[in-house]
């Protein structure tokens, strides 16, 4: 069908430039009308405790699924979207939605449960950032301890001066940081010290060789002990297998997300899913914390 079609051509360079550059300004048009045109949607992917099996929070995830084009995964659409500057306004709606989801679960007797939202750097170095930030958490009364913000080592590395006040401004707020993709950026150990970070989110690509790949079970109960000797939250991503999981736990790693769990679900099956999660579930035993 066509939207099969639009998918598979979109972003091809390696073989026509022209086809690449022109479909690139044609989904940088319809991405402008996206916000007035609903197109956007958010789905959430929960979070679970190793240490109690429960669901601790979710991740909020955007979709943008276009009449012309078909569904287009955020990795090809939020560069489109930085370039323009339409992150910004986009970026604002995700919070805004995202917390007033969080709020209607919260009407369900989830009051503990946390939700993170993805940051692109433009959004945070936006001068009034923090501002937006704690409108939109007045305006959907979260309280900001529950609001976690998913940051990127590029985006901290961006000029880290201007970064670090922001990032203090938000600790000072009560929201939760994140360091999303950890260990795939440039990284440099010295933003652990310096910025007032909370949490490390374990890249996908070195949880994919657990258990058995040496090197990605170095690496992983490595950043593991390091974030918990700087006293951080310690999340592993793409978490798919019950061996990885158990792996994990083994190592004392704090937090799971990942189809093992579960896939991204819209809100409602998203509520549902918590409403529903048994720590005791049969399809998947409680993870058990080994004493490290
Ligand atoms: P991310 O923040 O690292 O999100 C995790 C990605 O891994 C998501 O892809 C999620 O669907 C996928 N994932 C989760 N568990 C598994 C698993 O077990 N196996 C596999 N194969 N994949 C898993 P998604 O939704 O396509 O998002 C990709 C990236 O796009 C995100 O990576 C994030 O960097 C960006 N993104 C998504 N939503 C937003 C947003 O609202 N704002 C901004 N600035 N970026 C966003
Ligand atoms: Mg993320
Ligand atoms: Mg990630
Ligand atoms: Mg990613």
């Given at each position: 069908?066509?939207?099969?079609?639009?998918?598979?051509?979109?972003?091809?360079?390696?073989?026509?430039?022209?086809?690449?550059?022109?479909?690139?300004?044609?989904?940088?048009?319809?991405?402008?009308?996206?916000?007035?045109?609903?197109?956007?949607?958010?789905?959430?992917?929960?979070?679970?405790?190793?240490?109690?099996?429960?669901?601790?929070?979710?991740?909020?995830?955007?979709?943008?699924?276009?009449?012309?084009?078909g569904d287009i995964p955020p990795n090809d659409f939020i560069p489109l979207a930085e370039e323009s500057g339409l992150i910004l306004e986009i970026g604002e709606w995700v919070l805004r939605e995202a917390c007033l989801v969080l709020g209607r679960w919260r009407q369900h007797g989830l009051d503990a449960l946390t939700?993170?939202?993805?940051?692109?750097?433009?959004?945070?170095?936006?001068?009034?950032?923090?501002?937006?930030?704690?409108?939109?958490?007045?305006?959907?009364?979260?309280?900001?301890?529950?609001?976690?913000?998913?940051?990127?080592?590029?985006?901290?590395?961006?000029?880290?001066?201007?970064?670090?006040?922001?990032?203090?401004?938000?600790?000072?707020?009560?929201?939760?940081?994140?360091?999303?993709?950890?260990?795939?950026?440039?990284?440099?150990?010295?933003?652990?010290k310096r910025l007032p970070i909370t949490t490390i989110k374990i890249d996908k690509a070195f949880v994919d060789g657990l258990p058995n790949d040496t090197e990605d079970a170095a690496i992983t109960s490595t950043v593991i002990a390091m974030g918990h000797s700087l006293g951080l939250n310690v999340v592993a991503e793409g978490v798919e297998t019950e061996a990885q999981m158990r792996f994990l736990a083994g190592r004392g790693c704090d937090e799971i997300q990942g189809f093992w769990v579960a896939q991204p679900l819209d809100a409602l099956q998203c509520l549902a899913f918590i409403r529903n999660w048994r720590p005791d579930t049969p399809a998947r035993p409680a993870p058990v914390r080994v004493a490290t």
């Open positions: 069908q066509a939207k099969a079609a639009g998918r598979r051509t979109f972003m091809r360079y390696d073989d026509n430039m022209d086809v690449a550059v022109r479909q690139r300004a044609t989904l940088s048009s319809a991405l402008r009308k996206v916000l007035d045109r609903g197109e956007l949607r958010l789905v959430f992917q929960p979070r679970l405790s190793l240490a109690t099996s429960r669901v601790t929070g979710v991740e909020a995830l955007l979709r943008w699924s276009s009449p012309e084009h939700v993170s939202v993805n940051v692109s750097v433009l959004q945070l170095l936006r001068g009034d950032f923090p501002d937006v930030v704690r409108r939109v958490l007045a305006d959907t009364g979260i309280p900001p301890g529950l609001l976690e913000l998913e940051l990127t080592e590029s985006v901290l590395m961006a000029n880290a001066e201007q970064t670090a006040a922001k990032l203090h401004a938000f600790r000072q707020l009560g929201v939760a940081l994140a360091i999303d993709d950890f260990g795939t950026g440039y990284s440099s150990l010295a933003y652990l």
